[in-house]
Nanobody, 121 residues
Framework: QVQLVDSGGGLVQAGGSLRLSCEAS????????MGWFRQAPGKEREFVAS????????QYAPSVKDRFTISRDGPKNTVYLQMDTLELADTAVYYC??????????????WGQGTQVTVSS
């Protein structure tokens, strides 16, 4: 069983930055591909970014590419999302996910509880 704890959300002005973290506790040494999704009120959960086990492969949604950076702690199932030049449209609950790859939420096996990111004007 994998438990994910995501954190780092908060209130930030447009143009500012935040760094989200997600730590996975696992009972084995297995490592997982991991990703970040977000969900705004009244909208479906959407893909933000994903990173491979090795950390050498990454994917980004077009809306965040060149503004957000996903990374991971090499030997651990810990993933980060550095968010720069934040926009009002980035306001959402952000969820860490593990065990999948790419933009389809149903491909992921484990989810964090979510952390709220609010961007103000």
């Amino acid at each position: 069983q994998v438990q994910l704890v995501d954190s780092g959300g908060g209130l930030v002005q447009a143009g500012g930055s935040l760094r989200l973290s997600c730590e996975a506790s696992v009972r084995t040494s297995r490592r997982y591909d991991m990703g970040w999704f977000r969900q705004a009120p009244g909208k479906e959960r959407e893909f933000v970014a994903s990173i491979s086990v090795s950390g050498t492969l990454t994917q980004y949604a077009p809306s965040v590419k060149d503004r957000f950076t996903i990374s991971r702690d090499g030997p651990k199932n810990t993933v980060y999302l550095q968010m720069d030049t934040l926009e009002l449209a980035d306001t959402a609950v952000y969820y860490c996910a593990a065990g999948g790859w790419g933009p389809n939420p149903s491909d992921y096996d484990y989810w964090g509880q979510g952390t709220q990111v609010t961007v103000s004007s």
